[in-house]
């Protein structure tokens, strides 16, 4: 055989055995991967009805599991109680809300099976205890999804059933929903509509068929079906899944032969490839073997140097046909070529491999920093729905659902746990922050997977394409819900005790704090002993007690341990740790949680606790609670016991001016008969020294004594008059004792100049020599007088207008000048006033020279003008024996004339009222004593 005949059948070997074999094994690949391919979309299409079937399920079962809950249905589930037939109509029409097109009947029925109450009247009283929804919730007391099957009156539905519970989580009935058979179909149908070629069928665990759609219809369904996964059978391909939480299988089918019809197209055109390939290369084999046959060898030789890689081997040149020897210097081309090219390629995929690893890291980074935020974060479309692309891992302990399941489907998993009031609020606001190009917050509610109410609070912004149109939306969604219930807690609890005071406080905070947390009892308790041995309680709110009062030693209690640390948070099993308490056991209690009350000075002086039958496992929440409530709670047990304190006090105080009191009565009636024989010796100069000395330096502290304790009784009176209607404010607290220890600072004061007075009463006869001289702004004397009759002006509705510059400073004697202006107030409050009368004094001064001129005016009943030329003299009166003495305008007179060197007179105004007009120098004479 010729060489050119054996090149041609080797080249044509060589060519057609390679791309034979290439084709081939590309034709078995892509046949396989279409037929996977094909089993994917198949399982996928499964694996989607699967999917929408079971997240229907869930929201079935996980709302029935929710309206069970309702507390309505927990009090007509009671043994022997006869339901309220609208109220049963009112809780059925909120259970069939939820999916009014589907929800075909409600019915309530007890633990025996039989039917208390229904929304179709011919289902009321049935026995549906051997229904398959029944036997399996009450063996495994988890809501039930069962059927389609016909139900004891031969309806046909899908059966829902969930336990309804007391408050003690004890049975009590059964919640039964029935869906119409259709809605299956409804949801296969929507997953199959990008898939209208495609059949399915939904089967029990039987594997009879409970429902088919799309072309095919049913068929027979083999074991194999349920046992899931690909297969083929009676011409059909198909793929099962199992619904999850349910006893359904969903198979998704299509004809065999549509199904390899893919396959059998790619066969022919490999046939048909194969057929030119081989046409092609007997013509080509024919021409290179007689062209090629030798340099053919170099440059294969050349190429193959080439593929490992060395350019740097030059490609041999042919001197025979021009053809050849382009195809030489073409490979040689090639070999420079593919050299610079596979160097750039080389640096350009180093390049980009950098490029990905820096993207990979940056993008990890990311995903660590997203994951560590407290909160969720998301990005979604802006369009109907707001359908997500990414969820933080966060959204699951947020929703109770994984990110992969709130992303699965059309992305709006999330939006349809908002309750639907709060849709449109959002939907609005978001419009109007994106119109003002804002970012937006949103405060709703969801509801939790378990199927809870959970508060949420969301800010987002929006991302604008290059026109400026918002078209994605991210933000992150946090948890409010504890922060809500708080806020609520606490404003249950403020309502409760902002006006109490007391017993009532703690007996009030007491109860607010049992009821709404839901514990077994509520202590608040008063230290005892110095130091604390005992804790009396000041309210013990129990469960089933209600408010009763105790007293325990402190040894071995948890109160030792709050005296011990100040706080103490057990979740369960206290007893354990406290083992010497008796009450512990007795009352059974597990969970402790207290604080202790410390008074402002750091000093414990009381506990609040709580405590529980049972575990308590949010143990942060409860003790932000209490610690919302110590202060509060400290500082009111603290007024307490200063308010004891305070009445131990005043009572003391009331016996000892009770005491001085007398005394100093004896002491007046002795200076009364006294001054009456003065009277009748020296009517004027005798009495002018005894009453302007011993009167004006002794009455007054022991007027103002007088005056004050009579105040204090008073505030008192009015004090526990407030404690026992319980309309005593906080206040009213603070002004009290303000009021106290002013009223007590005033009698102390004036009793102690009294005593003074009394101790040196042999020198009180010269009147000058108790009066101390000094430098004084009248402004501030006159305001020292309004200040000192405070606690009596106070009761009284009369107005003060005082008009005087400052800077009027005098060098006189501020004693006799005080008592001067406190006659004239008590001259007004007693003559000018008649009782109901809301009347007004003004004072006003002004300063001429070395000259005073003060003016005092009341607008009361006035001076008659025929006794106006008396009303200095001594014992003169219009109020005799009404408690009028007759010595008020007298002393007044001796002490302008006297020591105060001055002048005073009655200004006639022509209208009501009495007005006086003082005429002082600003440096009063210089009596003898000072002169020496």
Same mark, same amino acid.
């Given at each position: 055989?010729?060489?050119?005949?054996?090149?041609?059948?080797?080249?044509?070997?060589?060519?057609?055995?390679?791309?034979?074999?290439?084709?081939?094994?590309?034709?078995?690949?892509?046949?396989?991967?279409?037929?996977?391919?094909?089993?994917?979309?198949?399982?996928?299409?499964?694996?989607?009805?699967?999917?929408?079937?079971?997240?229907?399920?869930?929201?079935?079962?996980?709302?029935?599991?929710?309206?069970?809950?309702?507390?309505?249905?927990?009090?007509?589930?009671?043994?022997?109680?006869?339901?309220?037939?609208?109220?049963?109509?009112?809780?059925?029409?909120?259970?069939?809300?939820?999916?009014?097109?589907?929800?075909?009947?409600?019915?309530?029925?007890?633990?025996?099976?039989?039917?208390?109450?229904?929304?179709?009247?011919?289902?009321?009283?049935?026995?549906?205890?051997?229904?398959?929804?029944?036997?399996?919730?009450?063996?495994?007391?988890?809501?039930?999804?069962?059927?389609?099957?016909?139900?004891?009156?031969?309806?046909?539905?899908?059966?829902?059933?969930?336990?309804?519970?007391?408050?003690?989580?004890?049975?009590?009935?059964?919640?039964?929903?029935?869906?119409?058979?259709?809605?299956?179909?409804?949801?296969?149908?929507?997953?199959?509509?990008?898939?209208?070629?495609?059949?399915?069928?939904?089967?029990?665990?039987?594997?009879?068929?409970?429902?088919?759609?799309?072309?095919?219809?049913?068929?027979?369904?083999?074991?194999?079906?349920?046992?899931?996964?690909?297969?083929?059978?009676?011409?059909?391909?198909?793929?099962?899944?199992?619904?999850?939480?349910?006893?359904?299988?969903?198979?998704?089918?299509?004809?065999?032969?549509?199904?390899?019809?893919?396959?059998?197209?790619?066969?022919?055109?490999?046939?048909?490839?194969?057929?030119?390939?081989?046409?092609?290369?007997?013509?080509?084999?024919?021409?290179?073997?007689?062209?090629?046959?030798?340099?053919?060898?170099?440059?294969?030789?050349?190429?193959?140097?080439?593929?490992?890689?060395?350019?740097?081997?030059?490609?041999?040149?042919?001197?025979?046909?021009?053809?050849?020897?382009?195809?030489?210097?073409?490979?040689?081309?090639?070999?420079?070529?593919?050299?610079?090219?596979?160097?750039?390629?080389?640096?350009?995929?180093?390049?980009?491999?950098?490029?990905?690893?820096?993207?990979?890291?940056?993008?990890?980074?990311?995903?660590?920093?997203?994951?560590?935020?407290?909160?969720?974060?998301?990005?979604?479309?802006?369009?109907?729905?707001?359908?997500?692309?990414?969820?933080?891992?966060?959204?699951?302990?947020?929703?109770?659902?994984?990110?992969?399941?709130?992303?699965?489907?059309?992305?709006?998993?999330?939006?349809?746990?908002?309750?639907?009031?709060?849709?449109?609020?959002?939907?609005?606001?978001?419009?109007?922050?994106?119109?003002?190009?804002?970012?937006?917050?949103?405060?709703?509610?969801?509801?939790?997977?378990?199927?809870?109410?959970?508060?949420?609070?969301?800010?987002?912004?929006?991302?604008?394409?290059?026109?400026?149109?918002?078209?994605?939306?991210?933000?992150?969604?946090?948890?409010?819900?504890?922060?809500?219930?708080?806020?609520?807690?606490?404003?249950?609890?403020?309502?409760?005790?902002?006006?109490?005071?007391?017993?009532?406080?703690?007996?009030?905070?007491?109860?607010?704090?049992?009821?709404?947390? &839901?514990?077994? /009892? !509520? *202590?608040?308790? =008063?230290?005892?002993? +110095?130091?604390?041995?005992?804790?009396?309680? %000041?309210? #013990?709110?129990?469960?089933?007690?209600?408010?009763?009062?105790?007293?325990?030693?402190?040894?071995?209690?948890?109160?030792?341990?709050?005296?011990?640390?100040?706080?103490?948070?057990?979740?369960?099993?206290?007893?354990?740790?406290?083992?010497?308490?008796?009450?512990?056991?007795?009352?059974?209690?597990?969970?402790?949680?207290?604080?202790?009350?410390?008074?402002?000075?750091?000093?414990?002086? &009381?506990?609040? /606790? !709580? *405590?529980?039958? =049972?575990?308590?496992? +949010?143990?942060?929440?409860?003790?932000?609670? %209490?610690? #919302?409530?110590?202060?509060?709670?400290?500082?009111?047990?603290?007024?307490?016991?200063?308010?004891?304190?305070?009445?131990?006090?005043?009572?003391?105080?009331?016996?000892?001016?009770?005491?001085?009191?007398?005394?100093?009565?004896?002491?007046?009636?002795?200076?009364?008969?006294?001054?009456?024989?003065?009277?009748?010796?020296?009517?004027?100069?005798?009495?002018?020294?005894?009453?302007?000395?011993?009167?004006?330096?002794?009455?007054?502290?022991?007027?103002?004594?007088?005056?004050?304790?009579?105040?204090?009784?008073?505030?008192?009176?009015?004090?526990?008059?407030?404690?026992?209607?319980?309309?005593?404010?906080?206040?009213?607290?603070?002004?009290?004792?303000?009021?106290?220890?002013?009223?007590?600072?005033?009698?102390?004061?004036?009793?102690?100049?009294?005593?003074?007075?009394?101790?040196?009463?042999?020198?009180?006869?010269?009147?000058?020599?108790?009066?101390?001289?000094?430098?004084?702004?009248?402004?501030?004397?006159?305001?020292?007088?309004?200040?000192?009759?405070?606690?009596?002006?106070?009761?009284?509705?009369?107005?003060?207008?005082?008009?005087?510059?400052?800077?009027?400073?005098?060098?006189?004697?501020?004693?006799?000048?005080?008592?001067?202006?406190?006659?004239?107030?008590?001259?007004?409050?007693?003559?000018?006033?008649?009782?109901?009368?809301?009347?007004?004094?003004?004072?006003?001064?002004?300063?001429?020279?070395?000259?005073?001129?003060?003016?005092?005016?009341?607008?009361?009943?006035?001076?008659?003008?025929?006794?106006?030329?008396?009303?200095?003299?001594?014992?003169?009166?219009?109020?005799?024996?009404?408690?009028?003495?007759?010595?008020?305008?007298?002393?007044?007179?001796?002490?302008?004339?006297?020591?105060?060197?001055?002048?005073?007179?009655?200004?006639?105004?022509?209208?009501?009222?009495?007005?006086?007009?003082?005429?002082?120098?600003?440096?009063?004479?210089?009596?003898?004593?000072?002169?020496?």
């Amino acid at each position: 055989m010729k060489l050119r005949t054996r090149v041609g059948i080797v080249v044509m070997v060589l060519a057609a055995l390679p791309s034979s074999l290439l084709t081939w094994n590309n034709y078995r690949e892509n046949r396989q991967a279409i037929a996977e391919k094909r089993d994917v979309a198949l399982s996928g299409t499964a694996r989607e009805l699967a999917d929408a079937l079971e997240s229907n399920s869930t929201r079935w079962l996980e709302g029935l599991r929710a309206d069970a809950r309702l507390p309505g249905f927990a009090e007509l589930s009671r043994p022997h109680a006869a339901p309220d037939p609208l109220l049963m109509s009112r809780y059925f029409s909120a259970v069939a809300s939820r999916d009014v097109v589907n929800i075909s009947a409600v019915g309530l029925l007890n633990l025996d099976g039989s039917v208390i109450d229904d929304s179709r009247a011919l289902n009321r009283a049935r026995d549906e205890s051997d229904q398959p929804y029944f036997t399996r919730l009450i063996e495994t007391g988890q809501p039930q999804l069962t059927g389609p099957h016909k139900g004891p009156g031969g309806e046909q539905g899908i059966y829902l059933s969930a336990l309804v519970r007391d408050a003690d989580d004890q049975r009590l009935g059964v919640l039964r929903v029935r869906l119409e058979p259709s809605v299956v179909g409804l949801i296969m149908a929507r997953s199959l509509v990008s898939s209208p070629d495609l059949s399915a069928t939904l089967l029990d665990e039987q594997g009879t068929i409970l429902s088919s759609v799309g072309p095919r219809g049913s068929w027979k369904t083999p074991d194999l079906v349920l046992a899931g996964g690909i297969g083929s059978t009676d011409g059909e391909r198909f793929a099962s899944e199992k619904v999850r939480g349910t006893p359904w299988t969903v198979v998704v089918h299509e004809p065999l032969g549509q199904w390899l019809e893919p396959q059998d197209a790619l066969g022919r055109a490999w046939w048909m490839q194969t057929l030119l390939l081989l046409t092609l290369l007997t013509a080509a084999s024919a021409f290179i073997a007689h062209r090629l046959s030798s340099p053919i060898q170099r440059y294969s030789a050349a190429a193959r140097r080439m593929s490992k890689g060395d350019f740097e081997t030059p490609v041999p040149q042919h001197s025979g046909s021009e053809e050849l020897r382009e195809l030489g210097e073409a490979l040689a081309s090639l070999s420079v070529q593919l050299h610079h090219t596979l160097g750039s390629l080389s640096r350009e995929l180093d390049q980009r491999r950098k490029s990905d690893e820096a993207l990979r890291q940056s993008r990890e980074q990311f995903l660590d920093l997203v994951e560590q935020l407290p909160c969720a974060v998301y990005r979604c479309a802006n369009s109907s729905g707001w359908p997500m692309d990414y969820l933080s891992p966060q959204i699951q302990s947020i929703t109770g659902f994984s990110s992969e399941t709130l992303l699965h489907g059309d992305g709006q998993a999330f939006t349809r746990l908002i309750l639907a009031e709060y849709i449109a609020l959002n939907e609005a606001g978001l419009q109007q922050a994106l119109e003002n190009g804002e970012s937006y917050e949103f405060r709703y509610q969801i509801r939790h997977r378990n199927g809870s109410l959970r508060w949420i609070w969301e800010r987002g912004a929006a991302h604008r394409d290059e026109a400026g149109q918002p078209t994605q939306l991210s933000g992150v969604i946090f948890d409010v819900t504890q922060e809500q219930a708080t806020a609520g807690a606490i404003d249950v609890l403020r309502s409760g005790i902002d006006s109490q005071l007391g017993g009532d406080f703690f007996s009030a905070l007491a109860k607010g704090l049992r009821q709404h947390l &839901g514990c077994s /009892a !509520v *202590l608040v308790g =008063r230290f005892r002993g +110095d130091p604390p041995e005992r804790v009396s309680s %000041l309210a #013990l709110e129990e469960r089933t007690l209600g408010v009763s009062r105790t007293e325990f030693e402190l040894a071995d209690t948890p109160s030792a341990a709050l005296l011990a640390s100040g706080r103490l948070d057990v979740a369960d099993a206290v007893g354990a740790l406290f083992p010497g308490d008796s009450e512990l056991r007795s009352r059974g209690i597990r969970g402790y949680v207290g604080r202790r009350l410390d008074d402002r000075q750091g000093r414990p002086i &009381g506990v609040i /606790a !709580v *405590l529980d039958d =049972r575990r308590i496992d +949010d143990l942060s929440s409860v003790g932000m609670l %209490l610690d #919302l409530c110590q202060a509060r709670a400290a500082a009111e047990l603290e007024r307490l016991m200063a308010s004891e304190s305070l009445q131990h006090l005043a009572a003391d105080l009331e016996n000892r001016v009770m005491v001085r009191t007398r005394e100093l009565e004896e002491t007046n009636r002795s200076l009364s008969q006294a001054m009456q024989q003065v009277v009748q010796s020296e009517k004027l100069a005798s009495l002018g020294n005894l009453v302007a000395g011993v009167a004006h330096e002794l009455n007054t502290p022991i007027g103002n004594a007088l005056t004050v304790a009579t105040t204090l009784r008073d505030m008192q009176t009015q004090f526990a008059q407030q404690v026992a209607d319980g309309t005593l404010k906080r206040s009213s607290l603070e002004r009290f004792f303000a009021e106290n220890e002013e009223a007590a600072s005033l009698v102390e004061r004036n009793l102690s100049r009294a005593a003074s007075l009394i101790s040196q009463f042999k020198q009180v006869a010269v009147d000058q020599a108790s009066v101390r001289r000094r430098k004084f702004d009248l402004r501030e004397t006159i305001d020292d007088v309004l200040s000192t009759l405070s606690p009596r002006l106070k009761r009284l509705p009369h107005r003060f207008d005082v008009q005087v510059a400052d800077g009027i400073v005098l060098d006189s004697f501020p004693g006799p000048l005080e008592q001067v202006l406190t006659n004239l107030i008590e001259n007004s409050l007693v003559h000018a006033f008649t009782p109901g009368q809301v009347g007004s004094i003004r004072i006003t001064a002004s300063k001429a020279g070395s000259r005073i001129r003060l003016h005092y005016q009341d607008d009361g009943a006035g001076i008659p003008a025929a006794v106006r030329h008396r009303v200095f003299d001594p014992f003169f009166t219009t109020r005799l024996g009404q408690g009028g003495s007759g010595l008020g305008l007298y002393l007044v007179y001796a002490l302008v004339t006297g020591p105060l060197g001055g002048s005073i007179g009655i200004v006639d105004q022509g209208q009501a009222g009495a007005c006086f007009e003082l005429d002082l120098p600003d440096s009063a004479p210089r009596t003898s004593e000072e002169t020496e």
